[in-house]
T-cell receptor
């Protein structure tokens, strides 16, 4: 069965610090997709990134970067030089195939203090 | 596109009443998901549809919950009768492929 584990429930950092959010997944499928979503205090769920199981290239987008490692079943998310606006709950998610369930981890609440 | 539209945004109802939550997916998206979010259980997948057909409803908590998708542009999630433990934020999401895009959610309070 598929499963997503975000072991960090809450993280608090000071502005400009780098922070890494961990995500470990379980799946029996060889084709799957991994995602990160952001939920700011306003409550909406914002899609950030998707990675395919057959593409282990890491990705960087501005201050955000993602490290996908199939060997350890991990898909970690790093925010460089964090800002107060990064304060939110971040969810890692997994979808088996392109038609399966989309399931979420429990989320990591990130607080960035000025 | 306006994105996924959910209504109402907030609903307060008395225990025992019927509640209907509504969702308009993004045009052209083949998949529609209903999730429930609570502090205790996080984001739970309740049911999802592909081309208006329910694919997996194993997350629907009990018979009091039902979901329909009569056409590609509309879905409902109904709770009858509602109970205080149903209080949560209910999200609808639609997807053209792997990733899903979420509505603003409906905050349901059952008193």
């Amino acid at each position: 069965a598929q499963k997503v584990t975000q072991a960090q429930t809450e993280i608090s950092v000071v502005e400009k610090e780098d922070v890494t959010l961990d995500c470990v997944y379980e799946t029996r499928d060889t084709t799957y997709y991994l995602f990160w979503y952001k939920q700011p205090p306003s409550g909406e769920l914002v899609f950030l990134i998707r990675r395919n199981s057959f593409d282990e290239q890491n990705e960087i987008s501005g201050r955000y970067s993602w490290n996908f490692q199939k060997s350890t079943s991990s898909f970690n998310f790093t925010i460089t030089a964090s800002q107060v606006v990064d304060s939110a709950v971040y969810f890692c998610a997994l979808r088996e195939g392109s038609q399966g369930n989309l399931i979420f981890g429990k989320g990591t609440k990130l607080s960035v203090k000025p | 596109d306006a994105g996924v539209i959910q209504s109402p945004r907030h609903e307060v109802t008395e225990m025992g009443q019927e509640v209907t939550l509504r969702c308009k997916p993004i045009s052209g998206h083949d998949y529609l998901f209903w999730y429930r979010q609570t502090m205790m259980r996080g984001l739970e997948l309740l049911i999802y549809f592909n081309n208006n057909v329910p694919i997996d409803d194993s997350g629907m908590p009990e018979d009091r919950f039902s979901a329909k998708m009569p056409n590609a542009s509309f879905s409902t999630l109904k709770i009858q009768p509602s109970e205080p433990r149903d209080s949560a934020v209910y999200f609808c999401a639609s997807s053209p492929g792997p990733e899903a895009f979420f509505g603003q959610g409906t905050r349901l309070t059952v008193v």
